[in-house]
């Protein structure tokens, strides 16, 4: 009998092994690769929004705005005009001419800056909310009146607690802690010095806001503290809102 060309059966299953194999190999590098460029972009769209909370932070407190509040004093006496500053260790208000959703092309606004627990309690978040100003009178809501101060001598403001609701804006998020801090300008010879919390009768020179991550990531730009200065030159009875 005359030979005829062909495959035989266990041929046909080489090669349609080494086919699946080939196949399986090509898969897993496109896995690969995808599983690769998803993380780059979730690194970069991370580093992009850290860039931007530093900027955003350091445009709103550049805004700064030396206004008076017209803080109520607990009775039927008038408001007495104080200025407008809270500065504790964790939390923060002023007023800003910089926004959110306008830049610095909207009205002026009460920024209430809160660090609050992260979710699950992995850490804190720093947060920001944004309220309207239109006057002494808007600034004044947040006030609940004046107490002495033992240390001081005289009289200062008590403000609301900072509501923390859906409308807050998450700034940071898994951060080991955050701190805020206030420069006082004193005169020589005893120098400046920066104090956690703002109790005097006049705005700070300069706020700095401490920040660092839960984890160290050498990929990921880290939350950077930022030493903002505040330059006013209204004198604080006076403020731009008249």
């Known amino acids: 009998m005359p030979r005829r060309a062909g495959v035989t059966l266990l041929e ?5 092994s080494l086919l699946g194999l080939l196949s399986a190999g090509i898969l897993m590098a496109l896995r690969v690769g995808a599983n690769a460029m998803q993380k780059a972009n979730a690194r970069l769209i991370d580093n992009r929004r850290m860039s931007g909370v530093q900027r955003i932070l350091e445009q709103e407190i550049a805004g700064f705005m030396p206004e008076v509040a017209a803080c109520l004093s607990g009775d039927e006496r008038p408001p007495t005009p104080l200025p407008f500053f809270q500065g504790e260790p964790e939390s923060m208000r002023l007023v800003s001419s910089y926004s959110l959703a306008d830049a610095w092309r909207g009205y002026p606004q009460i920024l209430e800056f809160q660090v609050i627990a992260g979710a699950g309690g992995d850490g804190v978040r720093l947060v920001v909310n944004e309220h309207l100003y239109t006057g002494p009178p808007a600034a004044g809501v947040f006030c609940l009146g004046l107490r002495p101060d033992e240390q001081l001598g005289v009289a200062v403001p008590v403000f609301r607690p ?20 206030y420069l006082e300008k004193r005169p020589p010879p005893a120098g400046d010095r920066w104090v ?47």
């Open 12 to 16: 046909l299953l080489l090669a349609v």
């Open 162 to 181: 900072i509501a923390v609701g859906p409308g807050s804006f998450v700034l940071a998020d898994r951060l080991a802690f955050c701190r805020f801090s």
């Open 196 to 242: 956690d919390r703002w109790i005097l009768p006049v705005w700070p020179s300069a706020v700095r806001i401490q920040m660092a991550p839960i984890e160290a990531d050498a990929v990921r730009i880290p939350p950077l503290s930022i030493t903002a200065p505040i330059r006013i030159t209204a004198p604080p009875a006076g403020g731009y809102g008249g």
